[in-house]
């Protein structure tokens, strides 16, 4: 039996490598954290609205961009760059390796560059990525919501449908 792609994606030295880093990072962090918890919840979200716009998005590349879409943010942590660059780039590495194309790596690398800016949703992939990945937080239940630095306005204050 051959690996799909994504468990190639999972399994990558790449990516497990900075998804250890991260983990161990963000081992006493009180807000939310950036664990394959995230990552897969951001994947079925994503799904989920592939589903009901019709869109045709492979599910394949909707989990790519999950699971790629923050594995950035040790870099972030350690040398500054904004967690979107630094993911976009590992992306477009691993993706490579794991015998994607350059049409997809594009699309998939577009998508995470723009996950934390709606004017840049211009794209279903990017549109879904963005709104997965704020939806997927569970602010209205989290112990840390007195001292969690996103305003109001970002936070999930309710169970969103």
């Given at each position: 039996?051959?690996?799909n792609?994504?468990?190639?994606?999972?399994?990558?030295?790449?990516?497990?490598?900075?998804?250890?880093?991260?983990?161990?990072?963000?081992?006493?962090?009180?807000?939310?954290?950036?664990?394959?918890?995230?990552?897969?919840?951001?994947a079925?979200?994503?799904?989920?609205?592939?589903?009901?716009?019709?869109t045709?998005?492979?599910?394949?590349?909707?989990?790519?961009t999950?699971?790629?879409?923050?594995?950035?943010?040790?870099?972030?942590?350690?040398?500054?760059?904004?967690?979107?660059?630094?993911?976009?780039?590992?992306?477009?590495?691993?993706?490579?390796?794991?015998?994607?194309?350059?049409?997809?790596?594009?699309?998939?690398?577009?998508?995470?560059?723009?996950?934390?800016?709606?004017?840049?949703?211009?794209?279903?992939?990017?549109?879904?990525?963005?709104?997965?990945?704020?939806?997927?937080?569970?602010?209205?239940?989290?112990?840390?919501?007195?001292?969690?630095?996103?305003p109001?306005?970002?936070?999930?204050?309710?169970l969103?449908?």
């Amino acid at each position: 039996m051959t690996m799909n792609r994504i468990e190639k994606v999972r399994c990558h030295p790449l990516y497990r490598e900075q998804y250890r880093l991260l983990q161990t990072a963000e081992a006493e962090r009180i807000f939310c954290r950036h664990t394959l918890e995230h990552f897969l919840d951001v994947a079925r979200l994503m799904v989920i609205y592939n589903l009901e716009e019709g869109t045709g998005l492979s599910k394949e590349h909707l989990y790519a961009t999950a699971l790629l879409h923050d594995i950035g943010r040790y870099e972030e942590l350690t040398q500054g760059t904004p967690h979107h660059e630094a993911s976009a780039k590992l992306a477009g590495l691993i993706l490579k390796d794991c015998r994607f194309s350059s049409p997809e790596i594009a699309a998939i690398q577009g998508a995470i560059r723009h996950h934390r800016d709606a004017d840049g949703t211009d794209t279903p992939l990017s549109k879904y990525l963005y709104r997965a990945d704020k939806t997927s937080r569970c602010c209205f239940a989290c112990p840390a919501i007195k001292d969690c630095h996103w305003p109001d306005s970002k936070k999930n204050l309710t169970l969103t449908l």
